[in-house]
């Protein structure tokens, strides 16, 4: 079992800069592929970004890439989402995410909002 809990959120206006972390318990982190998703309002979830286990390999939407970054610190069991140049439509619940093969677990969301 992992236990995932976000924060970093809040109040930004456009052009902005914000930094999510997720905090995971267990012993096993570097195993996790670990990724983002968010949900705005009246949309599915959509993916993010994503990191693998030793942070070698990234993965991110097109509609973020060259603004947010994903690391994570395995030594802290902790990874982030540095988004910078936000926007109105980036607004949305943000939600952390591990992966490791058929085992999925979700964190409860922290909210993003983007003034104009």
Do not use: H
């Not at 999510?20 to 998703?37: E, H």
């Not at 942070?55 to 610190?73: C, E, L, P, Q, W």
Request: proline share 2%; glycine share 12%.
């Amino acid at each position: 079992q992992v236990q995932l809990v976000e924060s970093g959120g809040g109040l930004v206006q456009a052009g902005g800069s914000l930094r999510l972390s997720c905090a995971a318990s267990g012993r096993t982190f570097r195993s996790y592929v670990m990724g983002w998703f968010r949900q705005a309002p009246g949309k599915e979830r959509e993916f993010v970004a994503a990191i693998s286990g030793s942070g070698g390999n990234t993965y991110y939407a097109d509609s973020v890439k060259g603004r947010f970054t994903i690391s994570r610190d395995n030594a802290k069991n902790t990874v982030y989402l540095q988004m910078n140049s936000l926007k109105p439509e980036d607004t949305a619940v943000y939600y952390c995410n591990a992966k490791l093969w058929l085992l999925d677990y979700w964190g409860q969301g922290t909210q993003v909002t983007v003034s104009s």
